[in-house]
């Protein structure tokens, strides 16, 4: 059982930056993909940024130049800096992570992001 928490979610202005933090607990040997997803209301779940064990990042391109995913393994972490932040942007950002042979896909409870002047 692998547990995702979020932090770092806020209220912004346009052209601000916020800094999410997504941490993994719990008992897993391995990882694959770990990602950000986010969901505004009346919206589906749409893929924001991920990151590969290879170091392959993918981007939405609505995010492209403005956001960065990183990850730190010995905190067993991953970060989704948001630069030049859109009232666009506002959503409830969600962690997910993929570990083989420890449940598949988790998904974090999610962080608010809203962007407003």
């Known amino acids: 059982q692998v547990q995702l928490v979020e932090s770092g979610g806020g209220l912004v202005q346009p052209g601000g930056s916020l800094r999410l933090s997504c941490t993994a607990s719990?008992?897993?040997?391995?990882?694959?993909?770990m990602g950000w997803y986010r969901q505004a209301p009346g919206n589906s779940r749409e893929l924001v940024a991920r990151i590969f064990p290879t170091g392959r990042i993918d981007y939405a391109d609505s995010v492209k130049g403005r956001f960065t995913i990183s990850r730190d393994n010995a905190k067993n972490t991953i970060y989704l800096q948001m630069n030049s932040l859109k009232p666009e942007d506002t959503a409830v950002y969600y962690c997910n992570g993929n570990f083989p042979g420890s449940g598949g896909n988790a998904w974090g409870q999610g962080t608010q992001v809203t962007v407003s002047s």
């Open positions: 719990g008992s897993f040997f391995s990882v694959n993909a």
